[in-house]
C-alpha cells in the first residue's frame, strides 16, 4: 500500500484519497467502465434515472470508483429534485466514515436541553492526532433556516436531523471532496429556489398560501398543512406548481391514508 491510499472497512483502499486514481486514465480501464455502464443501464433493478442512459451510468460508475462503493449504491443514493442531483445524508455520513481520514468520529451534545440552543457538533481525530471540529447546529438555527419547516423529521427525530446536520457540516469544512460537487439532500432548500437562499421562512408562507387559496377555490377539504407533511413523508419536495399539477392524485393519496388510520 503507497503513502497516499488509505484502507477502509471494506477491504482494500480508498481511492478517494489517491489523487492520481481515475479510469480515465486509460484506454483499458475507461473501457471496461462503459462495458459496465451499459449493462447497469440494461438492468431493470437500476433506479428510473439511470435506466436506459449509459452515460449517467458511466458518471456512476466513476463515482462509485472514487468512493470504493458499488455503483448501484451510488445510483440508488442520489435522488433527483427538479432536475439536480442530490446525495442522500445518510450515505454521506457513511461516505466520512469509510475514508478513514479520522479516527473516533463522534457527535457531541451542545447548548442547554429542552431549549433552542439545544445542539450536536461533530468532531473527529486526525492520524496526526490533531482534533478536528465541525460547526455547531442547533434548534434555533434549524428554526431560523427554515429547515424545520421543510422536513417534519425535526419535529418528530430532532436529535437524528441534528447530528445528520452536524456530520454534513463537518464533512462541507474537513471533507469537501466527498460530495463530489454535489449537495445533500438537506441542503436542497437552499439550491431549488433563489428565494430559499434569501428568506426560507417568506418562500414556504407564500407557497403556503398560494396552496390554500387554490384548495379552497376548488372546494377541497384539504389544508396546505396537510398536504406538505404528505409530500414530506414520501421525501418529495414541496412545491405550489407541483402539487397543482398532481393535485388529484395527492387528494386521492391522502385520503386513502385517512381510511386507512
Known amino acids: 500500500m503507497t503513502e ?34 451499459k449493462l447497469l443501464a440494461g438492468n431493470s433493478l437500476t433506479p428510473a434515472f439511470f435506466r436506459g442512459s449509459p452515460d449517467n451510468c458511466l458518471i456512476a460508475v466513476e463515482a462509485a470508483c472514487l468512493l470504493n462503493t458499488s455503483p448501484l449504491r451510488i445510483m440508488g443514493n442520489i435522488d433527483i429534485i427538479d432536475g439536480q442531483p442530490f446525495w442522500r445524508t445518510p450515505f454521506l455520513v457513511l461516505c466520512l466514515e469509510n475514508c478513514r481520514r479520522f479516527s473516533n468520529l463522534r457527535s457531541e451534545d451542545c447548548g442547554t436541553p429542552g431549549t433552542g440552543s439545544q ?68 441542503e436542497r432548500c437552499t439550491a431549488s429556489s433563489p428565494l430559499l437562499a434569501i428568506d426560507d421562512r417568506k418562500w414556504i408562507d407564500n407557497e403556503m398560501n398560494r396552496l390554500n387559496l387554490f384548495l379552497r377555490q376548488r372546494n377541497i377539504p384539504l389544508e396546505a398543512r396537510q398536504v406538505r407533511e404528505f409530500l414530506y413523508r414520501r421525501n418529495e419536495i414541496f412545491n405550489f406548481e407541483l402539487v397543482k399539477a398532481n393535485i388529484d392524485y395527492i387528494v386521492k393519496s391522502i385520503k386513502s391514508e385517512n381510511n386507512n388510520d
Open 4 to 37: 497516499n491510499t488509505v484502507s477502509n472497512r471494506f477491504g482494500g483502499t480508498n481511492p478517494l484519497d489517491n489523487e492520481s486514481y481515475s479510469f480515465f486514465r486509460g484506454n483499458g480501464p475507461f473501457n471496461e467502465a462503459r462495458r459496465m455502464a
Open 119 to 186: 445542539g450536536k457538533i461533530t468532531k473527529a481525530e486526525t492520524v496526526s492526532g490533531q482534533t478536528l471540529t465541525g460547526p455547531a447546529v442547533s434548534l434555533d438555527m434549524a428554526e431560523e433556516q427554515g429547515w424545520t419547516a421543510l422536513n417534519s423529521n425535526w419535529r418528530d427525530m430532532p436529535e437524528m436531523m441534528l447530528a445528520d446536520f452536524a456530520a454534513i457540516r463537518f464533512a462541507r469544512l474537513h471533507a469537501p471532496d466527498i460530495f463530489m460537487g454535489i449537495r445533500a439532500e438537506d
